[in-house]
């Protein structure tokens, strides 16, 4: 990994093309060099879904599979989104799903790439194209899953654990925020972490 911060690029806005539409901006997207991240990195993986959409949901960079395939929750974490949004009630397919930051972050440790969370520069630098997908496609709520994106829609003091399954307005936004799909993977009392995850999904779907 280089290890020169976050802070010393420019971000991501010198590559965003002006009101352009979705796929002008993904494609546009593929080249972004705002933040360190691209160097390890194989590829940008944009959010996918309809556009516009009535919910979008924002998780927080893409893990070795997205890395891989160039797909938004495609791995394990996917999975679970999956199942979770059927047992919430919400389809897949009429989502639009994204990240609050493009590029996979990671170390290596033998042949395995462990996910790093993203740092507050990344987040920043990367923001821009999160708002650009928030304007073409018009959600009318924005799922937050976990505290980096919470933090990227809602800034940088924004406490998850306070305000969870609640929807707040942030610059015109609307915002629902809950954990993320990862943490209901690892959490020690699975059964438990599942059930509310698909009750704060049932909350926010109907907000
Ligand atoms: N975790 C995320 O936050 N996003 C993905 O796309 C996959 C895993
Ligand atoms: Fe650009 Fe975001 Fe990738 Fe950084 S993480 S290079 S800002 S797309």
Known sequence: ???????????????????????????AAAGCRGCELFHDATQTVFGEGPVPARLMMVGECPGDHEDTEGHVFVGPA???????????????????????????????????????QPRRGEVVACFPWLREEIRVVKPRLVVALGAVAAKALLGPSFKLTEHRGEVLEHEGVRVGVTVHPSAVVRAENFTEAYERFVADLVVLKKS
Not at 80 to 93: C, H, N, P, V
């Open 1 to 27: 990994m280089p290890s020169s911060p976050a802070s010393k690029t420019t971000g991501a806005a010198q590559f965003v093309p002006e009101g352009k539409n979705w796929a002008a901006l993904r494609a």
């Open 78 to 116: 996917g999975r679970l989104l999956d199942k979770a949004l059927a047992d919430a009630g919400i389809k897949r397919e009429k989502t639009y799903l994204t990240n609050a930051v493009k590029h996979f972050r990671f170390v290596e440790r033998g042949k395995r790439r462990i996910h790093q």
